[in-house]
């Protein structure tokens, strides 16, 4: 396995453990094991972004070009009208 695979995969790893912190952390009452939760999600956002930023240095992942101002505005018109109705 080279480098790159293995920084991908660890990559999409670190992704589900932030949606399960995501899903865990608004469903749980007990006050300490959600703030223990915040913390363990917190630390796992600060390991994603340095192996991004190492994906990103070594060109390993190349993010999606930016939106245009016209997609933007398509995209907030769809959800501007869909929280209307």
Do not use: W
């Not at 939760?37 to 796992?44: A, H, P, W």
């Not at 994603?48 to 992942?61: D, S, T």
């Amino acid at each position: 396995m080279d480098e790159k695979t293995m920084v991908s995969d660890t990559l999409v790893s670190i992704n589900g453990e932030l949606k399960m912190f995501g899903e865990m952390i608004p469903q749980t009452e007990n006050k300490e094991l959600k703030a223990c939760l915040k913390q363990l999600r917190n630390e796992c956002e600060m390991s994603q972004e340095k192996l991004y930023h190492i994906a990103r240095k070594k060109n390993y992942y190349i993010p999606a070009a930016k939106a245009t101002p016209e997609e933007k505005q398509h995209v907030k018109s769809i959800l501007t009208q869909g929280t209307m109705k």
